[in-house]
């Protein structure tokens, strides 16, 4: 779902580059991406950077990112992530219910142990 890209961000502990594909979820002329397995390491060092640098497309831009709060979170799920996923259809609800695990109709339960950012240009 989404374009599929890479993040690149210093690591919090030896502060060299990482860089981890994922995915950049488009919505309203803003951009977020989705911690859907917890607290991996991708969102531990964009968490302690604040910022990173995104490639997609094969165009890099450098990126502020911000998380959002639990309210925000539950928003997100509600507003842009369900409203996304039913639109793509096919087999992109199968995928995010059975792989991600994540249930599109219930906001505040898909938000619980999630991460999300938002993306900013620098």
């Not at 981890?20 to 991708?42: F, S």
């Not at 060092?45 to 165009?59: E, K, P, Q, S, V």
């Not at 799920?77 to 409203?83: G, M, N, T």
């Amino acid at each position: 779902m989404g374009p599929n890209g890479l993040i690149t961000v210093a690591g919090r502990k030896t502060g060299l580059p990482r860089t981890t594909p994922v995915t950049v979820i488009p919505a309203a002329g803003r951009r977020y991406m989705l911690g859907v397995y917890g607290e991996v390491d991708w969102v531990r060092n964009l968490r302690t950077a604040g910022r990173a640098r995104i490639t997609l497309r094969g165009r890099s831009q450098g990126v502020h990112a911000r998380e959002l709060t639990a309210e925000e979170a539950v928003a997100f799920f509600r507003d842009v992530f369900a409203p996304l996923v039913r639109r793509y259809g096919g087999i992109a609800p199968w995928i995010v219910k059975h792989v991600d695990h994540i249930d599109i109709r219930d906001p505040v339960g898909a938000a619980r142990g999630r991460t999300v950012f938002e993306l900013t240009p620098v």
